[in-house]
């Protein structure tokens, strides 16, 4: 991906890997505009970062998504990369009756918001001479954390989605990634300390330096074991995974 001189939208730019995300690639050269919900939030991170731009959007909400298409499309006509990167996480218990307000919100915002937005975007898209399209999906995708399998579920199946978009794509002048980040000091499940978890500005600079090559999946070092992870073993060694983060 050419890293320079894009129109960038971004969902999810107010924290963690999407304002971080952001940031490195509004230092790069190119116009960026986040997302979220929260004018407040909105408006702190583009102080921070002047040029940048931003709009509220309800992920959950298809007209929100409808709405905010046509305005990018109408204030930013060179918007060629979409980054879907909005999503919540929430921990659970499947092996109890589990929450239905969750799952549905958990599904409507990691799923269905990229499915619509990239849906309401991609004829605008289709017409750059070079797009991309980022869905930010995890390595929980491919190894499945039990004490948040909602949140798992969904980025498994985002992966699928992924996979097809890319096939449905070919032949024209639209890329798709799939982001696959690790267990990132975020806020996401106060990780913010978390010896485990990878530093996020390490996190960032590794990923700017993968997204700048020709690769389809955006993997850094510490995802790719769990990316690998498939075949008739991978029950134990998902077994294993949530065995170590149960116990710490």
């Known amino acids: 991906m050419k890293l320079s001189g894009n129109t960038v939208f971004i969902t999810g730019g107010t924290s963690g890997i999407g304002r971080a995300l952001a940031e490195a690639l509004h230092k790069l050269d190119n116009q960026v505009i986040i997302s979220g919900r929260r004018k407040a939030l909105l408006d702190e991170v583009t102080a921070a970062n002047p040029g940048m731009k931003s709009v509220e959007l309800d992920m ?15 204030d930013f006509p060179a918007l060629n990369v979409l980054i ?15 929450d239905e307000q969750m799952m549905q919100t958990t599904i409507i915002t990691n799923l269905m918001g990229p499915i619509r937005l990239t849906g309401a975007l991609i004829e605008h898209l ?16 491919f190894v499945p954390m039990a004490v948040s399998a909602v949140y798992s579920s969904t980025k498994a199946a985002l992966h699928s989605y992924t996979m097809s978009l890319r096939w449905k794509l070919k032949g024209t002048s639209v890329r798709v990634l799939e982001l696959s980040p690790p267990w990132v000091q975020t806020d996401l499940l106060d990780s913010k300390e978390e010896p485990r978890a990878m530093p996020l500005a390490e996190f ?7 997204l700048g090559t020709d690769t389809d999946e955006v993997l850094v070092d510490r995802a790719k074991d769990m990316r690998a992870n498939a075949g008739v073993d991978e029950y134990a060694f998902v077994d294993q995974f949530n065995d170590m983060f149960v116990q710490g």
């Open 60 to 74: 959950a909400s298809p007209e929100s998504i409808k709405a905010v298409s046509t305005k990018l499309i109408a």
């Open 84 to 98: 879907n990167n909005a999503g919540v996480m929430h921990l659970d218990n499947v092996a109890a009756p589990v």
């Open 126 to 141: 289709k017409k750059q001479p070079s797009s991309t399209v980022i869905n930010v999906s995890s390595v929980l995708g």
């Open 204 to 210: 960032i600079s590794e990923t700017i330096g993968v």
